[in-house]
């Protein structure tokens, strides 16, 4: 089995679904430290051809809370301001438009909550039929070191094989990993902003098999 666990971002780029394509599990990991200024919900989208980065407003948001327990700002101007923004960026795209709606609708609690189903809804579109589960939902034991909590969650799947995004390189071995019995493999794919810029267009799908395991 291959499996794959990265934190839950809004609407990632290209390569992120990359990695859920060719796992045969792939695991949310949204029981750790939450990241100020990073990515689980920050983006970029496209408006009139530049990028500008937005951000989901959250309330008390803190790096010593767990992914989920960060509560969205669904009450906010920011909140608002931003999807007027989305409203009007998308407005030609139907797709993209419509898993905003459904995300709108639904009013997710936590940004994990809301990053999951911006994945969840974004992977059906792409017709990906990769397992997803939550590690929060997962019993296995966690330690202060970061690679053998990902390996315990390989051990506790029976995987042998675990996939990470390029960047992983400069935090884990594949020594370390073989030795616990898992073989690492980096995937490296394609960057890009925000997918509600592309997912509208048809070889969306094409590009989404353009990548290589390293």
């Given at each position: 089995m291959k499996i794959a666990i990265m934190q839950p971002y809004f609407a990632p780029y290209l390569g992120y679904f990359q990695l859920i394509e060719e796992a045969d599990l792939f695991v949310f990991y949204d029981d750790v430290n939450f990241i100020n200024r990073g990515?689980?919900?920050?983006?970029?989208?496209?408006i009139q051809d530049r990028s500008h980065r937005f951000t989901i407003p959250l309330i008390k948001a803190s790096q010593n809370k767990k992914i989920n327990e960060v509560d969205v700002n669904w009450n906010c101007k920011e909140m608002t301001k931003l999807l007027k923004?989305?409203?009007?960026?998308?407005k030609n795209k139907p797709i993209a438009s419509g898993i905003i709606e459904s995300?709108?609708?639904?009013?997710?609690?936590?940004?994990?909550?809301?990053?999951?189903?911006?994945?969840?809804?974004?992977?059906?579109?792409?017709?990906?039929?990769?397992?997803?589960k939550r590690s929060s939902q997962l019993e296995y034991t966690k330690v202060s070191d970061k690679a053998l909590n990902?390996?315990?969650?390989?051990?506790?799947?029976?995987?042998?094989?675990?996939?990470?995004?390029?960047?992983?390189?400069?935090?884990?071995s594949k020594e370390e990993f073989f030795n616990h019995g898992v073989?690492?493999?980096?995937?490296?794919?394609?960057?890009?902003?925000?997918?509600?810029?592309?997912?509208?267009?048809?070889?969306?799908k094409n590009k989404l098999y353009n990548y290589e395991c390293i």
């Open positions: 990515w689980i919900n920050r983006n970029f989208i496209k923004t989305f409203e009007h960026t998308l995300i709108i609708l639904e009013k997710p609690k936590t940004i994990a909550d809301m990053a999951i189903m911006s994945i969840e809804l974004i992977c059906s579109e792409l017709d990906i039929k990769t397992q997803l990902l390996i315990g969650i390989c051990k506790l799947h029976k995987a042998t094989n675990y996939i990470n995004a390029e960047g992983g390189q400069k935090l884990y073989s690492l493999q980096f995937l490296k794919g394609l960057s890009s902003t925000s997918l509600l810029n592309i997912i509208d267009i048809p070889t969306t």
